[in-house]
């Protein structure tokens, strides 16, 4: 089974922004950009596990249900049974699809070849997956570790990563965080008020935004936490109104893997509705815990609600043969209905429900 999981790293590593945007946005379906049809995407980070990101990002994230990944080295720990290592673990298992734990390599002092490469991020990864509960080669977010020597090419990196089911974490320059006070320019992002230059260049742009911290209140690098809260708080009613799509490190990769391996095919617009096929969807090769691709379809205005459903999928259950056929409904606001594609569904029905 390496061979697809090579394939599939190099799909993820290359999913790019550039080769969406195919089908017109009065389509009568295509895929979404984002999930759930948001102008843009955003993913937060918080490196070096520090005490104060768990003790004041964790919490703020977990009430506000904002996904943030946290970059941790396991050689950091005083062993896997360390309680302030084990917290994290319990975290990302208690909270899935909010808490991601990212990998920071082992030790986080660099690294002089590949093969110490390979060494530490085999190790930091399996220790991590164990934590959170994760099959050992469900793909994982990586961050380089900085201010430490790197001797590793970049050819040589992408396939260690790929070897080990990990993805190089998208870039968030200029969106460097630290203290208010502060005049370091490398930190320039000091206050909830420079995050959201970020959001509106995602709403605006279509981007992909990742912004990235390290103490929050707290330990090094400490952004302000009054101005993390109004940040998140800020966020959150972007999120509410659709504007923007939080996702973690890996599932913003893995969306947009997936988003550019989708083709919609035989599209049929008939007086009753539309019919259409799936094509290339990566599916669960993505990992246990791959975001669905979000579908939107253009209908008749005056149509409130429609049925969604299925008589062409991949699998054999008759359990969830019957559930696809049954379908589910889904409202429709202005002739635009948006809908996450099941897993296993190859061919889809639209109608108008009564
Ligand atoms: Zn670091």
New binding site residues.
């Given amino acids: 089974m390496k061979a697809p999981h090579h394939l599939l790293a190099a799909a993820l590593a290359a999913a790019s922004l550039s080769s969406f945007g195919a089908a017109p946005a009065d389509a009568p379906v295509r895929v979404a950009r984002w999930k759930g049809d948001a102008k843009g995407a955003v993913s937060l980070y918080y ?2 596990g520090t005490g104060s990101s768990f003790h004041n990002a964790l919490p703020s994230l977990v009430r506000r249900g904002l996904p943030g990944t946290f ?1 941790l080295c396991g050689g950091w720990f005083g062993g896997e049974d360390d309680p302030n290592l084990q917290r994290w673990g319990k975290a990302a298992k208690e909270h899935p699809g909010v808490v991601f734990l990212g990998d ?1 390599t082992w030790a ?1 002092g660099g690294v002089t070849n590949a093969a110490q490469f390979a060494e530490e991020i085999a190790r930091n990864g399996a220790l991590l997956r164990r934590l959170a509960g994760l099959p050992e080669d469900e793909p994982l977010s990586f ?1 380089l ?2 201010a430490v020597r790197w001797d590793v090419t970049r050819e040589e990196q992408a396939k260690v990563l790929a070897d080990h089911h990990e993805v190089l974490r998208h870039p968030f320059e200029p969106n460097i965080a630290g203290p208010k006070d502060g005049n370091n320019p490398t930190f320039s992002m000091r206050t909830a008020a420079d995050a959201a230059k970020a959001f509106d260049r995602a709403e605006k742009e279509g981007r992909w935004e990742s912004l990235i911290f390290h103490g929050i209140g707290g330990d090094w690098i400490a952004f302000d936490l009054a101005e993390h809260e109004a940040m998140l708080d800020d966020l959150g009613a972007r999120v509410k109104a659709g504007r923007l799509w939080v996702g973690s490190a890996i599932d913003v990769h893995r969306y947009a893997a997936a988003r550019d391996a989708l083709r919609l095919t035989t599209v049929e617009v008939s007086e009753d509705g539309l019919d259409f096929r799936v094509e290339g969807d990566p599916g669960q090769q993505l990992g246990v815990t791959a975001p669905r691709p979000t579908l939107v379809c253009s209908v008749p205005a005056d149509w409130t609600r429609a049925r969604v459903r299925s008589e062409l999928f991949t699998f054999g259950s008759k359990e969830l043969a019957d559930r696809a056929r049954k379908g589910f409904e889904v409202p429709v606001s202005d002739g635009r209905l948006v809908f996450d594609l099941p897993l296993g569904w190859v061919g889809v029905s639209i109608r108008k429900a009564e």
Avoid: I, L, M, V
């Fill in positions: 490196d070096d970059y920071h986080h961050a570790p900085g």
